[in-house]
């Protein structure tokens, strides 16, 4: 993956179906990703990662990097589990990528997973360059966040373009009702 080490990475897998499990896993260690944990569905991944933050010896990994989940899943979802990941105060990490697999490509779905504060969507079925991809962007290109009233996630602008007129999409560190938190 264009050179980068990913031997000291540590990657949440939450997804239920094990065959799609399995190929995340072997996606990733193939792409170099040293520790690789999965969980079955949202609420697995919730108490894992609060043991990671209270016991990480116990939990097996000191942080975790990304997190990558499907979304739909039960009894805990994956919009749920990027909910409690951005908004929850038990959160150990808000600031956490998110990248969500999902079976659902429409683009208000898109909208709605990257509107919940996810970094990237990977539609399924997925290939291997186009998680590398995902990753990379993540890796290489890490957005700011931005806390509003409304929101709380990755900056959701991905290109700085042209606008004619009175500009309101440029958040300042001084703008009202406008948090930005460099990470």
């Known amino acids: ?14 997804e239920d179906s094990p065959f799609i499990r ?38 097996g990994v000191m942080t975790v990097d990304i997190i990558i989940s499907n ?11 990027l909910r409690w ?15 969500m697999i999902t079976g659902y490509s429409e683009p208000a779905r898109v909208k709605e997973a990257r509107d919940m504060g996810a970094n990237e969507v990977v539609a399924k079925p997925f290939t291997i360059n186009a998680l590398a991809q995902k990753l990379m962007g993540i890796i290489v ?19 700085n373009m042209p606008f004619e007129g ?6 300042k560190d001084d703008s009202d009702g406008v948090e930005v938190i460099h990470g």
Request: hydrophobic letters at 40%; proline letters at 6%; zero cysteines.
């Open 1 to 14: 993956m264009s050179g980068l080490d990913l031997e000291r990475m540590s990657v949440l897998v939450v």
């Open 22 to 59: 399995s190929l995340l896993v072997n996606s990733l260690k193939i792409l170099g990703v040293g520790k690789v944990t999965t969980r079955d569905h949202g609420g697995d991944a919730i108490e894992f990662l609060k043991l990671v933050k209270a016991d990480p010896m116990k939990a």
């Open 71 to 81: 979304w739909d899943m039960s009894p805990v979802d994956g919009m749920m589990l």
């Open 85 to 99: 990941v951005r908004r929850h105060k038990e959160s150990p990490n808000r600031f956490a990528p998110f990248v």
């Open 141 to 159: 290109k890490p957005r700011q966040f931005v806390h509003t009233k409304d929101y709380f996630g990755p900056d959701r602008r991905r290109q």
């Open 166 to 171: 009175k500009d309101r999409r440029i958040l």
